[in-house]
C-alpha cells in the first residue's frame, strides 16, 4: 500500500545510479586497481554481500580483476582489520566492519590514485 517491505531496507536498485557514477569513474580507475580483497569469513551472511557488491562494481567498471575473498585471520588482522567485512584495495585496508553498498564501492574505487 505505502511501498515500503517490511524487514528490508529500501535501497535504490543498482541499474540507475550505479551505471552514472560508473561512467564518471571507469578511466579514472583505468590501470589503477592492481587487487581487490574482501575480508571475511566463510558462513558470515554480510562477508558474502560485500563480495557481491564488489562484483557488481567491478563489472559496471568494466574493470578486468576477479576480487578475492580472504578467510586466514591471520592475514585479515596483517591489514590491520578489526572487524569485518573488510575491503583491500591495492593491498591497503579501506573499509572494515561496515557492509557498503554497491555506489559507495565505486565512489572508493573513483579515489584510489595508485
Do not use: W
Not at 9 to 33: D, F, H, L, M, T
Not at 42 to 56: F, Q, S
Not at 85 to 112: C, F
Amino acid at each position: 500500500m505505502f511501498g515500503f517491505k517490511l524487514g528490508k531496507k529500501n535501497e535504490p536498485s543498482c541499474c540507475c545510479s550505479c551505471e552514472k557514477a560508473a561512467e564518471a569513474v571507469s578511466e579514472a580507475v583505468s590501470g589503477k586497481i592492481k587487487s581487490i580483497t574482501v575480508l571475511g569469513a566463510d558462513g558470515c551472511t554480510n562477508c558474502h554481500t560485500l563480495l557481491e557488491r564488489v562484483k557488481e562494481a567491478v563489472s559496471a567498471l568494466g574493470l578486468e580483476i576477479q576480487p578475492g575473498f580472504e578467510t586466514d585471520m591471520k592475514k585479515i588482522i596483517g591489514y590491520g582489520a578489526m572487524g569485518m567485512p573488510g575491503l583491500v584495495i591495492n593491498e591497503k585496508l579501506v573499509s572494515a566492519g561496515r557492509l557498503l553498498k554497491t555506489q559507495d564501492i565505486i565512489k572508493i574505487l573513483g579515489n584510489i590514485t595508485e
